[in-house]
């Protein structure tokens, strides 16, 4: 508040000029930087380093490609969606199948044959996952709009029911989910070994990244979704129907859960019944160290999230989970409303 | 004296008093009217989930606040005796330190837990009791030598539980330590009850209702909503835990799927949610409706599937391994068309003429 103080005053003494840019804060960014350069010591070989790092961020895209429809849905609409795990889940278990589908065209082919089986899955769980988010919005969420009690709840049932109908279809056992024959083991970069599907996740997660900022930053689309986060009365009143916008948030959401989910299943090469929930959890952590609500802030929560889940899983496995939950306490402390809070709310 | 004994928090419903005796009775005559292991074993069941359901209640209905770390405090009472009596040995004293060792960790992190989350949003609770929860589970089944695991710890109870011990008949019923055994947690089970009906109607459980209700109010009337809603999980945590023990007496035995499983507090959820929330009696009648269910249903569904063997899909979704998906749906029609549970329900036929 006090920071907004000078500034305001000094824009009404000149009448007309635009509103003062927000200063952009890099202290967050920084920070992530910070945690993989005071790991480098920690770890030793630098080789190892690299590899830790790599899986690192490779984890932090994926989380946040999951992550990023949850915290739009919760900054547009207050509705703290539980049920999130369910697309990831699909979206895992989609891939599952269309690779089974693939397999035998995709055998003898080349790199861009499998590349095209991999995209083929990702295509496919968007696509399964949104159709399904459209489902969950109008079956589960809407009759409980604005009651974040029974949100909680319903929410949490739908996801139940919808894991067990994936168990009905796909049967409970766990699925291997092996990359494809030219997609598999590792690259040498110098001493250093790169898993080549981490290095497709980055790539996609890249991809999807460009494409959020580029909506929410360039297009009609997602300026009204920016306000409607700011302020969600204000945008109604002059006009739009921000429930409408908020179903395709929640669509377009959904399916970033399927492709988030199909390739983390990618990525750990097996698909079980527990995905959804396991992911879950990081989701929830990386969005209240972002900020709810923020773009940005689930970036470089899920960057730091991934990070630290790989150096500590190398250092000692056992306190992993933990770590991420420490994470979480120390960026509360600091910050209690998250990395980027959220103007208004 | 009974109304004291309920604090003054009458039933107000005629069906509604007659089932809670009903329930009462029946759980203390088990082993006489219904013989036979299966039957006590299900009878030590409902009161073990009854105390675990009406503490939850004590957050979910009373204080309006969700959290999923309850099975984790549940865990812990009940590895705090399974680990006390498996290093220390079947004694009253290592049973007593299991005990103060469970309800200190359960103290501890709920307090953190509840002023970490609770200071910021009431809504970050949710999300992280989960996370913490979760982490705890994956810990508890990997520090393997001391938790026992994936396979838990069997151990003994001191020698007056054990079965072994006679102590005579009685109507025609051998009297042995299980039956004592049952006994204590019942009576233990009912003191807890009557404590948590007492908690919820003190002038703190008022202020509880009234934060559930609009929390700015609460605030502004000058109760620290924090300070309260922290209290509420905390006192919920310690029962929660008082209840894992019990079950680990009975059990004799705790691993991470009896008591820490994501599927116990779905149990608590619907149980909850099905008998009434912000009603403590609902937590009896819920609990009683579903560990029947649970128990005696899915030999029912075992029969559907056997019947529908050849049908592809729908032999998938009545097998009893989709029990899941039965309760999943029963919880979401729940929520939506019977949020005040089967309690509120009686109550309001018990008050006359429905108001529109």
Redesign the interface.
Known sequence: MTSIAPAAAASSTVVGEAIPRARFDVVPLLLVVVIALAALPVVGSPSTWVTLTVAGLAMGMIVFIAASGLTLVFGLMDV?N?GHSLFIALGAYLATSVFAALAGPAASSSRAGDLAVVGAAMLAAMLLAGTMGLVFERL?VR??YGQ???Q???T???A??GE??I??VWG?AQIPLPAPESLRGSLLLGEASVEKMRLVSVVVGLVVLVGLLWTLNRTKIGLLIRAGVQDREMVESLGYRIRRLFVGVFAAGSALAGLGGCLWGMNQQIVTPQIG??V??LL??VI?IGGLGSTLGCLVGALLVGLMTNYVGFLAP?LT??S??GL??AV?LWR??GLYPVVNR | MLTRLVSHDLPKSRWLALALVLVVVALALTPFVFPGTKALNVAAKVIVFIVLAASFDLLLGYTGIVSFAHTMFFGIGAYGVAIAATRIGPTWPALALGVAGALAVSLVLSLVIGLFSLRVRAIFFAMITLAVASAFATLASQLSEFTGGEDGLTFKVPEALRPATEYGSFLGVAFDGRLLAYYAIFVVALVLVLALLRIVNSPFGRVLQAIRENDFRAEAIGYRTVVYRTLASVASALFATLAGVLLAIWLRYNGPDTTLSFEIMLDVLLIVVIGGMGTIYGAVIGSVLLVLAQNYLQDLMKLAAGAVQGVPVLAQIVSPDRWLLWLGILFVLSVYYFPAGVVGRLRSRGAGPRRV
């Open positions: 703290l539980f589960i009759p409980v974040h009690l029974k909680i709840l319903v949490i049932g739908g139940i029911i067990e109908l168990k009905v409970p929930g396991q879950n959890v929830f952590i209240i056992k989970m933990f991420s939950i979480m306490v509360l209690p409303q």
